[in-house]
């Protein structure tokens, strides 16, 4: 086993204006909060209560090797995102190697840890740990602060989960972040039985990096249902910054089934106004994010053709281990768009990831060991 180091590095949030050395000017659209990389003293932290899912369980010490980004994380910067802590380290998805304790069976074997707290097994959408609120990893008061893009994390044990494989170490990153796999498996889940025996559902597209993984979700997801309940699923797979995307998706509409049984969106404002006509009567509609950054809206036209709008933010731990399974089972492998090595290039990932120039994930690699691997 490595030795441990006595300080690590993290990426902490800072406040806009907190300071005249960390401090950065206003964005063209809008306030956009700097990061530092800090330093920090390390220490095998002890159980504490805010975190604690199960009683007495181990707490696992997670050296990162790599970590990817979500618009949840560019959305914080902004300050458009609810309960953020400042000072907090930002990240909710990472892939690491477990080195304490070291008796652990997970002990120098990769892992991906769970991104969220305080939601085991509950279906109707948790949390299930009494007392306790559901959270989200990275620079948010409900996980206090804490976050995946740093050098080392406590995790609970049963929050970790080996890592496929089959993954590529610059794509093992990739399979934890709440947005781009674990919503989409748990809204397509959702789907299961309310869906007809002919299905087709249409995918509204945030970006690039989490569509092309979603449809990958759900190519391999459809089968696997059909074996279970007969049924035959069509999927549409549009790019919504076109203004007639919803003409263009009536014309791939097969004649003798012209609407839509489901439209699973992670870009909010007005989708429910422009699916509505497409949809049968009882459909449904699954968000599990706002990218276009306009709020969501459902109207009384929507109401009255008894259409269904469901929430879904992330999954259960146990939907997440189901996840990881399923990443194996089919050999699933996300787009990368760019690899970036080290904590210096992390403003840069950021930098890209606001502009919307990304086609596939931003990873991050710390790892001196996989870097030289690639």
């Known amino acids: 086993?490595?030795?441990?180091?006595?300080?690590?590095?993290?990426?902490?949030?800072?406040?806009?204006?907190?300071?005249?050395?960390?401090?950065?000017?206003?964005?063209?659209?809008?306030?956009?909060?700097?990061?530092?990389?800090?330093?920090?003293?390390?220490?095998?932290?002890?159980?504490?209560?805010?975190?604690?899912?199960?009683?007495?369980?181990?707490?696992?010490?997670?050296?990162?090797?790599?970590?990817?980004?979500?618009?949840?994380?560019?959305?914080?910067?902004?300050?458009?995102?609810?309960?953020?802590?400042?000072?907090?380290?930002?990240?909710?998805?990472?892939?690491?190697?477990?080195?304490?304790?070291?008796?652990?069976?997970?002990a120098g074997k990769e892992v991906l840890v769970y991104p969220a707290v305080n939601w085991l097994e509950d279906e109707r959408g948790g949390p299930d740990v009494a007392g306790k609120a559901f959270g989200i990893l990275g620079g948010t008061v409900e996980t206090m602060g804490k976050g995946t893009f740093a050098e080392y994390l406590h995790v609970p044990a049963s929050h970790c989960v080996a890592s496929p494989p089959s993954a590529p170490s610059s794509q093992r990153p990739i399979f934890g972040p709440p947005t781009t796999s674990s919503s989409p498996v748990s809204a397509a889940a959702s789907l299961s039985g309310p869906c007809s025996s002919a299905s087709q559902l249409e995918l509204t597209l945030g970006s690039p990096a989490a569509a092309i993984t979603r449809f990958s979700w759900l190519v391999n997801w459809a089968p696997r249902v059909a074996l279970t309940t007969p049924k035959t699923f069509l999927f549409f797979f549009l790019d919504t910054i076109e203004d007639d995307w919803p003409e263009q998706l009536a014309s791939l509409l097969p004649p003798e089934s012209p609407f839509l049984d489901a439209v699973i969106d992670s870009g909010g404002g007005d989708i429910s106004q422009k699916t509505c006509p497409l949809l049968r009567p009882g459909g449904i509609i699954v968000n599990f994010g706002c990218t276009s950054g306009r709020p969501l809206t459902f109207t009384m036209r929507e109401v009255l053709k008894n259409l269904e709008l469901r929430g879904c933010t992330m999954g259960s731990l146990k939907e997440f281990k189901q996840m990881v399974q399923f990443v194996e089972e089919h050999k699933i492998q996300p787009v990368v768009h760019k690899t970036l090595y080290g904590f210096e290039q992390v403003e840069e990932g950021f930098?890209?990831?606001?502009?919307?120039?990304?086609?596939?994930?931003?990873?991050?690699?710390?790892?001196?060991?996989t870097q030289h691997k690639l």
């Open 1 to 106: 086993m490595a030795e441990l180091p006595t300080t690590f590095k993290s990426v902490r949030l800072v406040e806009r204006g907190a300071s005249s050395a960390a401090a950065d000017e206003s964005s063209a659209d809008g306030q956009w909060h700097k990061i530092e990389i800090h330093s920090d003293a390390f220490s095998v932290r002890k159980r504490n209560g805010g975190e604690e899912t199960q009683p007495e369980e181990v707490q696992l010490t997670i050296r990162v090797k790599g970590f990817a980004y979500n618009h949840r994380d560019v959305w914080i910067r902004r300050g458009l995102y609810r309960g953020i802590q400042f000072g907090g380290t930002l990240g909710s998805d990472c892939m690491g190697v477990v080195v304490l304790p070291q008796e652990h069976e997970l």
């Open 351 to 369: 930098q890209i990831m606001k502009a919307g120039q990304q086609f596939g994930k931003l990873v991050v690699l710390i790892d001196p060991d």
